[in-house]
């Protein structure tokens, strides 16, 4: 097996476990078992760090549920072959070359040399982010639900707000409600400790390393590091100023102005594929809706928590445009030249996404009666991998389900990577064809 059919592999059998014990009486709070199709979905949007769901969190799923759900978010977020790598690293096995291949694949990084101490790093920040932010969060759950609950809901909100994954358990409040509770909506410490998870799960652990390298001294960073973090804040702050003017007198309408700024911010975070929402998304006017969906696709940054077609993606797409109308011959950054081969394989991931979109969305709509808009939103939500809806999931029959189940899995082992693993492996044999041209455009 290849190292992408082994990645693909292992997030299939994580899938397949996941959907067998939550399907158990146990896994749910009445005790009856769980039809096969939910809980292939649920664990499905858990493993893909998703946050579709079907069945609200909290109310259907017991404590035993809600623990499966949280492993399967956990090692979904970071990686099977990543989280494997962390234990072997617990017993002092040292890694082979394929190993460390395939870890350098698992991990999106350039380099095969130090990935004993990536997957360390990776470790060791994961926990640092992850217990930081339940120590916040603490602060707001313990003092409304008491101690231990209160703390068991800030630990899960800590992980999934890291891994992208936006499962919430505030069903308790109102079913299929995330943040948009009052209480929640507004409270300064959720919404800035969920946006700094948010943010540094899904910025990459590429870039981790070249900050604990390199500290503020930006010029030394890698390329990779510099497009992602560049590409991050430019759409993070654009995305924020059009969703505030967007939805002044629509979702943010009623709001104080510093209510609007906060609410515009945190709508701009979340569709890195992270899946929370603090408004009613169904109220978003159709621009915000069409700019959320763009947001969506795009996602983070490669070898993150992160799905979508990723920031680096983006860049290297728009750059190629910018070259591409400027007619020069290459397309450089940051005084650096982009590989040919890079430029391709950034378009072929936006072919595959956006065919895999097309299709699933003529699929749903041929069985459903909601309008192609809603139905776009469900299914970018679901191949970026970022849990955000307009409602209409829990409602939908078995065949969108499935539809949305591959879009997800996609949209996790990345839309590249599936085609690879798909594709007939033969040997290629070097041909010099004529070169012709043709009308395109």
Not at 203 to 222: L, P, S
Not at 292 to 305: E, N, R, V, Y
Not at 309 to 322: D, G, R
Request: net charge positive.
């Amino acid at each position: 097996m290849t190292y992408t059919q082994m990645i693909v592999l292992s997030f299939f059998c994580l899938i397949l476990t996941g959907a067998i014990l939550l399907c158990l009486p146990i896994s749910s709070k009445t005790g009856e078992w769980t039809p096969f199709i939910d809980a292939l979905f649920t664990s499905t949007s858990a493993s893909c760090v998703t946050g579709l769901v079907v069945l609200d969190t909290y109310r259907h799923w017991s404590l035993f549920g809600q623990v499966v759900l949280l492993l399967l978010i956990q090692i979904g977020g970071l990686g099977v072959m990543t989280f494997i790598a962390m234990f072997s690293l617990f017993l002092r096995r040292r890694f082979s070359l394929g190993q460390r291949r395939l870890l350098m694949q698992a991990a999106g990084s350039l380099e095969i040399s130090g990935m004993a101490r990536l997957i360390r790093r990776i470790f060791m920040g994961t926990i640092a982010a992850e217990s930081c932010g339940a120590l916040l969060l603490s602060f707001v759950f313990c003092p409304k639900m008491g101690f231990l609950p209160g703390l068991w809901n800030a630990v899960f909100h800590s992980v999934s707000a890291f891994c992208n994954a936006g499962f919430d358990l505030m069903g308790r409040y109102s079913e299929f409600s995330s943040f948009t509770g009052k209480w929640l909506a507004f409270n300064p410490i959720l919404n800035f400790t969920v946006m700094a998870l948010i943010v540094t799960g899904g910025i990459g652990f590429i870039v981790w390393r070249d900050v604990t390298r390199h500290k503020a001294h930006f010029g030394e960073y890698d390329l990779h590091s510099k497009i992602a973090i560049v590409t991050t804040l430019w759409l993070l702050i654009s995305g924020a100023v059009l969703l505030f003017i967007f939805e002044y007198n629509h979702a943010f309408k009623g709001m104080t102005l510093g209510q609007k700024i906060l609410a515009s911010m945190f709508q701009s975070v979340t569709p890195r594929t992270a899946g929370f929402n603090t408004i009613d998304l169904t109220k978003l006017s159709e621009p915000g809706k069409l700019l959320t969906t763009m947001l969506m696709l795009i996602g983070g940054s490669p070898g993150s928590t992160a799905g979508g077609i990723k920031t680096t993606t983006f860049a290297v797409l728009l750059l190629s445009t910018l070259a591409s109308a400027k007619r020069y011959s290459h397309v450089t950054v940051f005084k650096r030249r982009l590989d040919d081969k890079t430029i391709i394989q950034a378009r072929s991931i936006l072919t595959v996404y956006v065919a895999c979109v097309f299709i699933a969305v003529l699929v749903i709509c041929s069985v459903e009666p909601y309008p192609v808009m809603d139905v776009l939103f469900e299914a970018v939500s679901a191949i970026g991998t970022v849990g955000l809806t307009l409602g209409i999931t829990p409602a939908l029959t078995s065949i969108s389900k499935i539809a949305l189940i591959m879009l997800m899995f996609t949209g996790r082992v990345g839309g590249l990577s599936l085609m690879l693993v798909l594709a007939e492996r033969r040997i290629n044999i070097p041909r010099n064809r004529p070169v012709v041209q043709i009308l395109i455009g």
